[in-house]
């Protein structure tokens, strides 16, 4: 049934314009006239008019068919705060430009359309928009209205496009900075061993580079040899870091509390450089060691459901 209604489904929109609507009513006027008058002057204006309308159409249609968009993040989305998204127009494989495009996301949120005044012939044009995400989660599939009023604006016509690889997640919003989430632990001994490699002397191995550590801890050998920073493990040196408990099961309210709490913890903890580990129940999804620690944590606290499960987003590494 659902695959007969989209059979049904007309591929494009048209909408009558202001101008539009005074020069359907001056057409239908002269055919008027010319029909009552019998006037070849008249039924040459009729036909012209007529003509304009069909022009219209054509052109129209150039403009919007063979169009591509593509729609990403500007800048990290938080939950119920300001954004931007970067929309991206090409007209690859058309032999016309593509003139006074408009593109609507069909995101909630999204604020005003991105417009193009011209899109050349194999080129692409790229502008942002507001955004302004209404809760977490990964974005579900949407479709972007593709409109144009090319070439005389007495109609609108659109038509919907399904973005090329938009894969979007909304970060928690950041709950209140000085309240911290239950499972914090200034002195939590990361895996047992050393997080900061400050205040030993005996050298006990290597580990990966995270932003919290002095240049002079950094083991240039081991660096050289690997191809990434590593710095010195010293025996007897108390790990300092927070860890970040979400309890699941919760009740729904108060886990979204929870999470948006720990949103705050882990931006605050990017900022200073202090290490953490992101337990979900008894599973440790971050620690200090992992790579791409920021996008990761942030990803996992969008996906994160009240009862420890994640939904299906970016592909997270070790999960």
């Known amino acids: 049934m659902k695959n007969f209604l989209r059979a ?3 591929p494009r929109k048209l909408r009558v314009t202001f101008p539009g609507k005074w020069f359907l009513v001056l057409t239908v006027g002269v055919g008027a ?4 008058t019998g006037n070849n002057l008249l039924y040459l204006a ?9 022009l219209s159409g054509i052109l129209s249609e150039w403009c919007l068919r063979g169009l591509r968009v593509r ?3 500007v800048s990290e989305a938080f939950a119920s705060r300001e954004s931007l998204l970067s929309v991206t127009c090409s007209a690859e494989g058309k032999r016309f430009p593509a003139i006074s495009v408009s593109v609507s996301p069909g995101i909630p949120g999204a604020g005003k359309p991105a417009r193009f005044p011209e899109i050349p012939p194999g080129g692409t044009d790229t502008r942002v928009v507001p955004y302004r995400p209404g809760h977490r989660g990964p974005v579900p599939a949407f479709a972007c209205t593709v409109s ?10 659109s038509a919907e496009v399904t973005p090329l ?12 900075p000085d309240v911290a989430p239950p499972g914090r632990d200034m002195g939590d001994h990361a895996g047992g061993k050393a997080a900061r490699g400050r ?3 005996s050298i006990r191995g290597v580990r990966d580079h995270i932003p919290s550590d002095p240049v002079r801890d950094i083991h240039w050998k081991a660096s050289a040899r690997l191809g990434k920073w590593m710095v010195k493990e010293r025996e007897a040196e108390p790990a300092q870091g927070v860890d970040l ?5 919760s009740p729904p309210q108060e886990f979204e509390r929870l999470v948006s709490q720990a949103c705050a913890m882990v931006l605050a903890c990017e900022r200073q450089g202090v290490p953490y580990r992101l337990r979900v129940g008894d599973r440790v999804l971050v620690s200090p060691a992992t790579g791409g620690r920021r996008r990761k944590a942030l990803s996992i606290l969008a996906r994160v459901t009240a009862d420890g499960s994640l939904l299906p987003g970016e592909k997270e590494e070790g999960l």
């Not at 009729?46 to 069909?54: E, G, K, Q, R």
């Not at 690889?165 to 209140?176: F, K, N, R």
């Open 165 to 176: 690889e938009s894969s979007l997640i909304v970060y928690p919003e950041p709950g209140d």
């Open 46 to 54: 009729l036909s012209m008019n007529l003509s304009l309308i069909i």
């Open 71 to 73: 729609v990403g993040h």
């Open 8 to 10: 049904l489904r007309l």
């Open 199 to 201: 205040e030993g002397t």
């Open 33 to 36: 006239a010319a029909v009552n």
């Open 148 to 157: 144009t009023r090319f070439p005389f604006a007495l109609f609108e016509k």
């Open 245 to 249: 408990l979400l309890p699941v099961p």
